[in-house]
């Protein structure tokens, strides 16, 4: 009797301490680096033309467009009121090999110090990790994956063609003609941006596109006003209204001054 308990003790404590050194292996995450609340129902979908691309940033020397860049790129897709949720949540070369050749055609970097890895990088850890709460967009290849559906889905350049709007130097647009040429892919969901050159010319720079949580074109009315802030307080503005548009061609050799 006296073994059978001094057994039943020994397996006990085993069980036990093995449960403890168990549970110190798990990783202990700060709280600060998970927050996965998904209470988010808005995304924006951003394009930008990389025409105007280099008027928006100051070191103008640093940007660079690859020769095979002809059309509007992607910037980004970013659920709103929320960023950087993991910072734990790795992402590595090896996820996006498959889609690489799309990826670099349609989601290029133009920053000279910014390769495209670190640039799909840098929009992962503070977009793609708030995203990934969603179960078709729920990891790196996932995430990239609905992106680049969106971007062929939206085929801005198609109907810009349609309407006769193509890039010039000296041919500039009214907001009406803009809007009007989108309206019919995106209906009212999605908003112009711009940038001034250095005349003081109202440039377009990009084009914000609402896109709800599974995906699909527009937002639900609650999420409106949030949109339109996040749009008004990032790189360029809403372009005006009572002001004609320029719409600069791309000029690989000096994209910092397309139309010298």
């Known amino acids: 009797m006296a073994f059978y308990k001094m057994s039943t003790i020994w397996v006990c404590s085993t069980v036990l301490l093995i449960g403890w050194v168990f549970t110190q292996d798990q990783p202990h995450w700060p709280t600060s680096e998970i927050r996965h609340s998904c209470n988010w129902t808005c995304m924006l979908f951003t394009l930008q033309w990389p025409g105007s691309f280099c008027l928006n940033i100051d070191k103008k ?26 910072n734990c949540w790795p992402i590595f070369h090896s996820h996006l090999q498959e889609l690489e050749p799309e990826i670099s055609q349609l989601w290029p970097s133009l920053i000279k110090t910014r390769s495209n890895f670190i640039f799909w990088k840098d929009e992962w850890f503070k977009h793609g990790t708030c995203a990934g709460c969603v179960e078709n967009m729920s990891s790196p290849f996932l995430y990239f994956k609905a992106v ?30 803009l809007h009007g040429a989108l309206k019919p892919l995106l ?19 990009q084009l914000k596109i609402d896109v709800s949580k599974n995906v699909t074109l527009g937002c639900p009315a609650a999420e409106k006003l949030e949109s339109s802030r996040v749009t008004n307080t990032s790189s360029g503005h809403p372009c005006p209204r009572n002001t004609t548009i320029f719409y600069f061609p791309i000029n690989h050799k000096h994209p910092q001054q397309p139309c010298t």
Do not use: M
């Open 187 to 205: 209906g009212d969901n999605f908003v112009l941006q711009c940038v001034k050159d250095e005349k003081e010319r109202e440039a377009w720079l």
């Open 61 to 86: 020397n640093i940007c660079r467009i690859p020769e095979n860049i002809q059309d509007w790129t992607i910037h980004g897709l970013w659920p709103l009121k929320d960023h950087y949720c993991c």
């Open 148 to 177: 680049l559906k969106l971007r062929l889905l939206f085929s801005v350049d198609i109907f810009l063609e349609k309407a006769g709007i193509k890039p010039s130097c000296n041919a500039s647009y009214k907001y009406d003609d």
